[in-house]
């Protein structure tokens, strides 16, 4: 293989900038089309956000599971209304197509999780399950000196310091002293996990987005792909009436230009670019996000030149989260996204300022973090309430289930302990008698698995993210048991919904509207086809997939 440098010299056909989802794929279908392919990756890490998240896609259309795109089309008319697009009408007419390439052409394996509402499933068109797909767990062992190279989970999201866990073991974790089944399982997974941890600095099985992420790059090196981690793209190259390659600002290689027939852009949004964050997002959601992007420009500053500019007509511009903040043993500082973990669970309450509840915490994280900036004077930051039976079962933010001592995060202020609600209220700075009133109101209805106020645990997708074992009501318990507890929740930013705007083939659009020559974009540097709504799992990485697959093929074709 000829040397980095040399390579840039010699040119390649197509140019993808960024190593999530959209960007991995966009290569994949690249190489499968015959192109030479350069990916480059900012920081130097592989995966981006995609490598840290939950990794499900919503791929609507797959027949074999119930959907077809009829039915897709209405819940999107009705979850996430906008006026019609090509680019919509595209990602519905190819999500299952793409899904179907990456199974047959990739090591990239999806599978249907077998139970997973849409976000609103009671709409038209709405769904309980067959949209939703997740990766095959992935042995990372597989990427040989690549691995360590894949970004890991968060670390809140695995155990013993470097082991992930799988959806369906969880369960075992949870009953591992009450289940002699549970027991075994669990000493087979730390078994293998110590027999790992003897050759690699984490766990070699990777389950959720870092599956999907190992999986994509085994694609990538297998198709051929050439991949540049720590090579920041500063500029575009003009040429041919479009683009014509990059500028490299740093990188293994010593040649500042590559040429290329055309460049993809994937870098993953604007969420670290302070002054595209202040002209498009809430000044309530300036300071946190979840997302994890490459330093450098983003896509969109870089399109700027060939007149292309983000797409700025939707009500929401970011995928919005719950996050609470703190700062890890080692300095460095943390999100933690409340996605499904707690909010959902029996037993919890979210107030405002004023120590009254303004939402149905059951509801999806971006529905959350929305009603939060309806009143965001009052509601930034909100406050997660929970007591200790519920601490001890479910966790709360970055403290698992389980956890016989809560002093490190008392200590740093992340976790608020209270012998009384009074106590509590007193602590957060809120009105007693309101905070009081608030849970014994709750309480009151939750004795009947009841939610009079705002109707918690009302629809599927409300009851999946609670406790199926609770009854009557799976997101409903009374907060009852001292001592109390409380975090701060901040909204954050899971990605950016606004983007460059693109027509059916991922190509970029100027003013005008006509395609920026051998200029494409996917993943969060697209304008997002949901328009800035959230209606279901994984509806950022089902269209990653999906134009990266489109554009990548488009691009091999120039």
């Known amino acids: 293989m000829a040397p980095a440098a040399e390579r840039?010299?010699?040119?390649?056909?197509?140019?993808?900038?960024?190593?999530?989802?959209?960007?991995?794929?966009?290569?994949?279908?690249?190489?499968?089309?015959?192109?030479?392919?350069?990916?480059?990756?900012?920081?130097?890490?592989?995966?981006?956000?995609?490598?840290?998240?939950?990794?499900?896609?919503?791929?609507?259309?797959?027949?074999?599971?119930?959907?077809?795109?009829?039915?897709?089309?209405?819940?999107?008319?009705?979850?996430?209304?906008?006026?019609?697009s090509p680019a919509r009408d595209a990602f519905l007419d190819h999500a299952d197509v793409a899904r179907r390439w990456l199974d047959?052409?990739?090591?990239?394996?999806?599978?249907?999780?077998?139970?997973?509402?849409?976000?609103?499933?009671?709409?038209?068109?709405?769904t309980l399950r067959g949209r939703c797909f997740a990766a095959l767990p992935f042995d990372g062992a597989e990427l040989g000196a690549w691995f360590p190279r894949l970004r890991p989970p968060l670390p809140e999201f695995m155990l013993m310091g470097g082991m992930m866990v799988g959806r369906a073991d969880l369960p075992h974790f949870q009953n591992v002293l009450r289940s002699p089944r549970s027991a075994a399982r669990v000493a087979s997974l730390v078994a293998r996990y110590a027999f790992q941890r003897l050759r690699h600095r984490r766990g070699t099985t990777l389950f959720l987005g870092n599956a999907l992420a190992g999986r994509l790059l085994k694609s990538a090196l297998d198709l051929g792909v050439t991949i540049e981690t720590g090579a920041i793209v500063s500029a575009l190259l003009p040429g041919n009436g479009g683009v014509a390659g990059v500028e490299i600002a740093g990188g293994s290689a010593k040649t500042r230009t590559v040429a290329g027939k055309a460049v993809i852009l994937a870098s993953g949004g604007f969420s670290h670019d302070a002054e595209l964050r202040r002209l498009h997002l809430p000044g309530a959601a300036q300071k946190v996000t979840a997302n994890v992007a490459s330093p450098g420009p983003t896509g969109a500053r870089l399109a700027e030149p060939f007149?292309?500019?983000i797409e700025a007509g939707h009500e929401n511009r970011a995928f919005w989260v719950p996050g609470s903040t703190f700062s890890r043993a080692d300095g460095t500082p943390g999100v933690f996204p409340h996605t499904v973990t707690d909010r959902g669970k029996p037993g919890l309450i979210a107030v405002d300022a004023n120590g009254r509840r303004f939402v149905n915490e059951a509801r999806s994280y971006h529905h959350f973090v929305m009603a939060m900036l309806e009143d965001a004077p009052t509601r930034t930051p909100a406050y997660l309430i929970c007591d200790a039976d519920f601490l001890w079962k479910y966790g709360l933010g970055r403290l698992r289930?389980?956890?016989?001592?809560?002093?490190?995060?008392?200590?740093?202020?992340?976790l608020i302990q209270a012998g009384t609600i009074g106590e509590l209220a007193q602590r957060l700075g809120l009105d007693i008698g309101a905070l009081e009133a608030t849970v014994a109101d709750y309480n009151a209805g939750a004795e009947q698995g009841a939610d009079p106020a705002f109707g918690r645990g009302g629809d599927a997708y409300q009851r999946h993210l609670g406790d199926g074992a609770h009854r009557p009501?799976?997101?409903?318990?009374?907060?009852?048991?001292?001592?109390?507890?409380?975090?701060?929740?901040?909204?954050?930013?899971?990605?950016?919904?606004?983007?460059?705007?693109?027509?059916?083939?991922?190509?970029?659009?100027?003013?005008?509207?006509?395609?920026?020559?051998?200029?494409?974009?996917?993943?969060?540097?697209?304008?997002?086809?949901?328009?800035?709504?959230?209606?279901?799992?994984?509806?950022?990485?089902?269209?990653a997939l999906t134009f990266g697959y489109l554009a990548g093929r488009d691009a091999a074709a120039l």
């Open 473 to 543: 009501n799976p997101c409903i318990a009374p907060i009852r048991r001292a001592p109390f507890y409380a975090i701060a929740v901040q909204p954050a930013d899971l990605g950016t919904a606004a983007g460059l705007r693109t027509d059916a083939r991922g190509r970029v659009l100027d003013g005008p509207g006509t395609p920026v020559p051998g200029l494409y974009a996917c993943g969060n540097d697209m304008n997002s086809v949901m328009a800035g709504f959230y209606p279901g799992p994984g509806i950022t990485l089902g269209p």
């Open 401 to 414: 289930p389980f956890r016989l001592s809560t002093r490190s995060e008392r200590r740093s202020g992340y």
């Open 307 to 309: 007149g292309a500019r």
């Open 8 to 84: 840039s010299a010699q040119g390649y056909d197509v140019i993808v900038i960024g190593s999530g989802a959209a960007g991995l794929t966009a290569a994949c279908a690249a190489a499968d089309g015959g192109a030479r392919v350069l990916l480059l990756e900012g920081s130097d890490l592989i995966g981006g956000t995609t490598a840290v998240s939950g990794g499900m896609a919503w791929l609507p259309g797959a027949a074999e599971h119930g959907d077809d795109r009829a039915a897709a089309s209405r819940y999107l008319d009705a979850a996430a209304p906008c006026p019609p």
């Open 104 to 126: 047959a052409r990739t090591s990239t394996k999806l599978a249907a999780v077998p139970s997973y509402p849409d976000y609103d499933p009671d709409l038209p068109g709405g």
